[in-house]
């Protein structure tokens, strides 16, 4: 599932005024298919997007999420499947861990908040987190949510008193890029928060236009990637299909760095297949701070580059991997297409 289209399923229900449920893991023990902060939207017609098991819990939750909106109050339910209850359930799940998840109303006469916030947060460029309260002695205060980032903070009705401990632990949880649970204890009352880590979508600039690049392409896209493609050669350009791509350009190499911001781009992929274009892609990209940059081509011919290169190659370091790609064996565009997706996934997780 590409993870932008759950946004799009968003917007489908929102057009049509349908009240939705955000259901989200807030523990897991063992084996589960999903991990704490993973999370679907489920709709009052019992339609849904999204997966938290490989698709055996969700029609309970589909049920589940019709008694939330009915009585607007958010439920926990959790699924132990470690001690045979998958036999209970009747779901021939065949994992043997536990699953708790939290269920909350998203209605439209609040603006579907907090998912409204979190749909604006993934879009931009920022780490954000995703606070519930999921558990609290005071329940009033259960379903509270807010939407934060290191300089800003959107509160659905946490209580104040919390505020201050939660906006340290929003650091926190940017930093280690793993969501969590934190107990808080304040003015003798104890609540559980759950805070989602909301990862910016990943932003993959690919500097050749050849039949090579397309399969890259449509594999980034399916991640949800945000996909550049750039060319310095209008031919190349004008014959390739790139229609799921963000943006594409044709600019000289040379103009690259004053047409495209390369500041918002977390992986460069070289592959113009023309050693002397490539070199100078390398040059400009070694003034980035691009965690990933991936040179197509073998060995020698990177080597190659780099003397050309001279004292810039060490600014390369540790960022650039040539030839670019994971070695899973085999040949041919769509391989490497996937050797090399798989590579940039693994680096920037």
């Known amino acids: 599932m590409n993870p932008t289209d759950i946004f799009s399923f968003f917007e489908e229900q929102k057009a049509k005024g349908v009240d939705l449920v955000l259901a989200t893991v807030c523990e897991t023990k063992g084996s589960t298919y999903s991990k704490i902060g993973s999370y679907m939207l489920i709709s009052n017609e019992g339609l849904f997007y999204g997966l938290l098991s490989g698709g055996c819990l969700e029609g309970d939750l589909a049920e589940r999420a019709k008694e939330v909106l009915k009585n607007n109050q958010?439920?926990?339910?959790?699924?132990?499947?470690?001690?045979?209850d998958d036999l209970l359930w009747g779901l021939g799940v065949?994992?043997?861990?536990?699953?708790?998840?939290?269920?909350?109303?998203?209605?439209?006469?609040n603006n579907y908040e907090p998912f409204t916030s979190i749909r604006d947060n993934m879009h931009t460029n920022q780490p954000g987190v995703f606070i519930t309260v999921i558990e609290s002695s005071d329940h009033k205060n259960i379903s509270a949510s807010a939407v934060g980032t290191d300089h800003s903070f959107h509160n659905f009705n946490i209580q104040s008193s919390l505020i201050p401990t939660i906006k340290k632990e929003i650091l926190n949880v940017i930093q280690c890029k793993e969501s969590s649970l934190q107990d808080i204890e304040v003015?003798?009352?104890?609540?559980?928060?759950?805070?989602?880590?909301?990862?910016?979508?990943?932003?993959?600039l690919i500097l050749g236009a050849g039949l090579d690049a397309e399969p890259i392409v449509r594999m980034s896209a399916e991640l949800g990637w945000r996909i550049t493609v750039q060319d310095h050669r209008p031919a190349y350009i004008e014959k390739g299909n790139f229609g799921v791509a963000s943006s594409v350009h044709c600019v000289p190499v040379k103009s690259l760095s004053k047409e495209i911001n390369l500041k918002e781009f977390d992986a460069a992929i070289v592959m113009s297949h023309h050693i002397e274009a490539d070199r100078d892609y390398l040059k400009i990209l070694a003034s980035t701070n691009i965690p990933y940059i991936g040179l197509l081509g073998p060995e020698e011919r990177k080597n190659k580059i780099l003397g050309e290169l001279g004292a810039?190659?060490?600014?390369?370091?540790?960022?650039?991997?040539?030839?670019?790609?994971?070695?899973?064996g085999g040949r041919?565009?769509?391989?490497?297409?996937?050797?090399?997706?798989?590579?940039?996934?693994?680096?920037l997780n």
């Open 187 to 204: 003015d003798g009352q104890t609540s559980t928060v759950l805070y989602t880590i909301l990862k910016p979508l990943p932003k993959i």
């Open 332 to 347: 041919g565009p769509s391989t490497i297409a996937l050797s090399i997706v798989s590579q940039i996934h693994r680096e």
């Open 74 to 84: 958010s439920q926990q339910v959790t699924y132990d499947l470690s001690q045979n």
């Open 312 to 328: 810039v190659a060490s600014s390369l370091k540790n960022r650039l991997h040539g030839p670019a790609g994971l070695d899973i």
């Open 94 to 109: 065949g994992c043997d861990g536990l699953m708790r998840i939290f269920l909350q109303p998203l209605l439209s006469k």
